[in-house]
């Protein structure tokens, strides 16, 4: 019997489901900021940011096709999870083996103690079967059993981090570290033992050929996606110091807290999504999709209104240089929500390639621009190249949805007209100094004007969408 939910008790789901995913950036900004030195605090950020590409590589993407395939009615679940496994194990233990041969030239290419990258290859393996497991249960809409699960690792690895904060006198960038290494050991035989049921010894060299189609052109996509997003702290450690990294890394994590509610959101409504994309219900795509942006202009004015003072009033004041940019970045997140909105309709039409396209052209664009302006203005300069990119990124999107793939019309100039209004109001309470009571009442009124602009249209995401569980 079908149970009914509306898409706002999968978006509660999702959401904390998300904030719990980030559960180290998080906690990175209130808590273990105040045990680490910044120096720590970069090395923390290069593993992290490493770690994404690592789990990429070392399985050529292969892991992602569960994602799109497992909606398809064509598809032998059973098989295609197995499938799935093996061919991400078998490649996993491949590429670790000579990793391990030669891992102190690894270890300098990276920038890293030998220690952290070799934990950090063995991490990389719970990372890619804990994506597959919430593949598998974002399509069956298990958003609850995903919600309590992720709870009791991101409480387990909140936990262990702090006590191992406490223990370690020095380099206490282990003790975040070793707390990964510990909960995913456990989280990867959880997941193994929660799908054993459906794995089975198979080899089908149709459903191979189905995840390379879809995988390995999405990896210039998933590499400069995240080489976009990382790029900026490595570039920073390089030219710089691991304080200045660690101190970009701060303001980047307060400042990308938008990406957390919209990947809840898009998770939430991406059962519906391909539902809608298979009826060619194409209005009600385009109005759950303007609603999602309209959620994250609403979250990104408030980080822009009140970001930098809720950051200042939690976090050690040694990180107080860097509280400045947040507002930038938060407008950078918010053109990448944006981008994330409509590049599901390249993945829906199996056209990866051009999701690719369009990455490696703006991340080579933001690494041009990194090593031209970081060499010479420092970390800050990061936050705008980084607005710039995902706006370009952004923008390629659209218009390749609107001129070559022509589903259906988007407004791409209602768009940016949003995002520029947010941004002359970042300008002027950035360059305006006045009064504190004129400062927040005038803050306030705007924040209460968008909401009430906005209202209306999020309103009907949850009063429409219904979703079974």
Same mark, same amino acid.
């Given at each position: 019997m079908s149970d009914k939910k509306s898409v706002l008790f999968h978006l509660r789901n999702h959401l904390g489901v998300a904030v719990l995913g980030k559960i180290s950036p998080i906690f990175a900004i209130f808590i273990y900021t105040r045990f680490?030195?910044?120096?720590?605090?970069?090395?923390?950020?290069?593993?992290?940011?490493?770690?994404?590409?690592?789990?990429?590589?070392?399985?050529?993407?292969?892991? $992602?096709?569960?994602?799109?395939?497992i909606y398809s009615k064509d598809i032998d679940y059973s098989k295609f999870v197995?499938? $799935?496994?093996?061919?991400?194990?078998?490649?996993?233990?491949?590429?670790?083996?000579?990793?391990?041969?030669?891992?102190?030239s690894f270890s300098q290419l990276l920038s890293l103690p030998k220690n952290v990258t070799l934990l950090m290859v063995l991490i990389s393996y719970g990372t890619i079967l804990e994506s597959i497991f919430m593949q598998i249960l974002i399509s069956r809409e298990k958003s609850s059993l995903l919600f309590k699960i992720n709870g009791i690792k991101a409480v387990s690895l909140a936990i262990i981090s702090i006590v191992l904060l406490i223990i370690f006198d020095k380099k206490q960038y282990l003790a975040i570290i070793l707390a990964d290494l510990f909960v995913y050991t456990i989280f990867s035989i959880y997941i193994l033992k929660f799908i054993w049921k459906d794995i089975h010894l198979v080899f089908d060299k149709q459903y191979l050929r189905l995840m390379a189609i879809y995988s390995i052109p999405l990896i210039p996509y998933m590499l400069s996606l995240t080489l976009l997003s990382q790029s900026d702290r490595i570039l920073i450690n390089y030219y710089h110091d691991k304080s200045? $990294?660690?101190?970009?890394?701060?303001?980047?994590?307060?400042?990308?807290?938008?990406?957390?509610?919209?990947?809840?959101?898009?998770?939430?409504?991406?059962?519906?999504?391909?539902?809608?994309?298979?009826?060619?219900?194409?209005?009600?795509?385009?109005?759950?999709?303007?609603?999602?942006?309209?959620?994250?202009?609403?979250?990104?004015?408030?980080?822009?209104?009140?970001? $930098?003072?809720?950051i200042s009033l939690v976090v050690s004041p040694k990180y107080a240089d860097s509280f400045i940019i947040i507002p930038l970045i938060a407008l950078g997140g918010l053109c990448s929500a944006l981008f994330q909105i409509w590049v599901r309709a390249f993945a829906y039409v199996n056209k990866t390639y051009i999701i690719s396209l369009i990455s490696v052209v703006v991340t080579i664009f933001n690494i041009g621009l990194n090593l031209l302006l970081i060499p010479e203005y420092g970390y800050k300069v990061a936050a705008l190249t980084t607005f710039i990119s995902y706006l370009a990124m952004a923008l390629i999107c659209m218009l390749s949805f609107k001129y070559y793939l022509k589903i259906f019309d988007v407004n791409i100039t209602k768009q940016l007209i949003y995002i520029s209004l947010l941004g002359i109001i970042y300008l002027f309470f950035s360059r305006i100094d006045l009064n504190i009571y004129l400062t927040v009442s005038l803050k306030l009124i705007i924040l209460i004007l968008f909401f009430f602009h906005f209202k209306k249209k999020i309103m009907c995401l949850f009063e429409s969408n219904q979703l079974s569980i």
């Open positions: 680490m030195s910044p120096n720590d605090y970069g090395i923390v950020n290069l593993y992290s940011s490493y770690l994404i590409l690592l789990s990429i590589i070392l399985v050529l993407n292969m892991h $992602t096709a569960i994602g799109r395939y197995s499938m $799935t496994i093996i061919v991400v194990t078998g490649l996993s233990i491949l590429s670790i083996i000579p990793l391990i041969f030669y891992l102190e200045q $990294t660690g101190l970009y890394s701060l303001a980047y994590n307060a400042g990308i807290l938008l990406g957390m509610v919209m990947t809840a959101v898009l998770n939430a409504i991406n059962p519906s999504y391909y539902r809608n994309m298979n009826d060619k219900n194409y209005s009600k795509v385009l109005d759950d999709s303007n609603a999602i942006f309209y959620i994250a202009i609403v979250l990104t004015l408030c980080i822009i209104l009140f970001g $930098t003072d809720v």
